[in-house]
């Protein structure tokens, strides 16, 4: 059994389960309400009850004065509800609403989906969970080696696991040390979230996101993002590898084929681009740009959401705009090798 919460003054609706926060409710379908301590204790996720009725057990009023409990104000992390709700809460309108934290994460695991690729996930204490938009970054820091700042590659609705993808790339000390010091239950110091490449909730395009190699990353996140929300509108997936094998979560993306009606999917390889990652070559720099324009001859209609090295945007960028593209409808987040 679920509720229904709808939420004022923005009019966006998500449904809570029985015995689910009106918080957890919220973030999982994509919808940033403010948090922190996720414990009854900072008093972040205060919003104020319009109509129904909360769930009393478990109820943490004492952050409100006598005039605020009559007001109707409770908390999102502590509140559940049996019953469709109203309710007014501040939601974030952007990156600028977002609050630098720091936070001592630990290893949870470490994947090695491709011989260069290592997927990271750290865990956040629970009461200190990492609230930041899809698509940001994070600074990742280890004693003894150059701190990393990294796209968050999970979903906000799951803000305690966190994920990032790590690219073996010779020279980089960070990545070396991922490769081969980093173990399990390592303490790994966050700082974040940080960056501008978000998702447009309220867009009404179809959706194109175009990553190479571990740009994939924000993108996952930005496509898990997509998912809770219920984007109404189709997605494509084009994914650049420059080496055999770079679609390193080929897997996820097919199971999202599988389970979204208005989904594709797109892995293309550079061939010519040898044993390095991130394409050098113009073929590859221009090999996603090439398929999106002649897949999609209007792109005044569509959204573009691109990642990777710095040296494959300008070609890129050059061509989506020429094919129709609106400058204000391409999203960009560049990187460098390391
Ligand atoms: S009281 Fe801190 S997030 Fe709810």
Redesign the pocket.
Same mark, same amino acid.
Request: net charge positive; aromatic share 4%; hydrophobic share 15%.
């Given at each position: 059994m679920t509720a229904k919460i709808r939420i004022l003054p923005s009019g966006r609706e998500f449904q809570v389960g029985l015995h689910e926060t009106l @918080?957890d409710g919220a973030l999982r379908a994509g919808i940033a309400i403010?948090? *922190? &301590?996720? *414990? $009854?204790?900072? $008093?972040? &996720?205060?919003a104020r009850l319009v109509s129904g009725h909360l769930t009393p057990d478990g109820m943490?009023d004492y952050?409100f004065s006598a005039a605020e409990k009559a007001a109707g104000y409770f @908390?999102? &992390?502590?509140a559940c509800t049996q019953e469709d709700l109203e309710i007014e809460v501040r939601e974030a309108g952007g990156v600028e609403d977002m609050p630098l934290q720091q936070i001592e994460t630990r290893v949870s695991r470490l994947e090695h989906p491709h011989p260069d690729v290592m997927v990271v996930h750290l865990r956040t204490p629970r009461s200190q969970s990492l609230r930041f938009l899809a698509g940001q970054h994070a600074l990742l820091e280890i004693p003894g080696v150059p701190p990393r700042n990294k796209s968050i590659a999970s979903c906000p609705c799951n803000a305690m696991n966190l994920q990032f993808h790590i690219q073996r790339v010779p020279g980089d000390p960070f990545a070396e040390y991922c490769f081969s010091e980093l173990k399990p239950n390592q303490t790994v110091m966050l700082t974040g979230p940080s960056g501008h490449f978000t998702f447009d909730d309220d867009a009404t395009e179809e959706v194109i996101f175009l990553a190479y190699d571990t740009g994939f990353a924000p993108i996952k996140s930005l496509i898990e993002h997509a998912i809770s929300l219920e984007y109404a509108y189709p997605l494509h997936l084009y994914w650049v590898a420059s080496r055999a094998g770079g679609h390193y979560l080929e897997n996820l993306c097919r199971s999202w084929l599988d389970a979204l009606d208005d989904f594709s999917f797109t892995p293309l390889l550079d061939e010519g681009a040898g044993s390095t990652p991130f394409s050098d070559t113009e073929t590859g720099q221009l090999l996603g740009a090439q398929r999106i324009v002649a897949e999609h001859p209007d792109l005044s209609r569509c959204r573009v959401y691109m990642t990777g090295p710095e040296h494959a945007v300008p070609r890129t960028r050059a061509l989506l705009l020429e094919h129709g593209l609106p400058e204000a409808q391409l999203h960009i987040d560049s990187f460098l090798r390391f």
């Open positions: @918080l403010p948090y *922190s &301590c996720n *414990s $009854g204790a900072c $008093g972040e &996720c205060r943490h952050q @908390l999102t &992390c502590k």
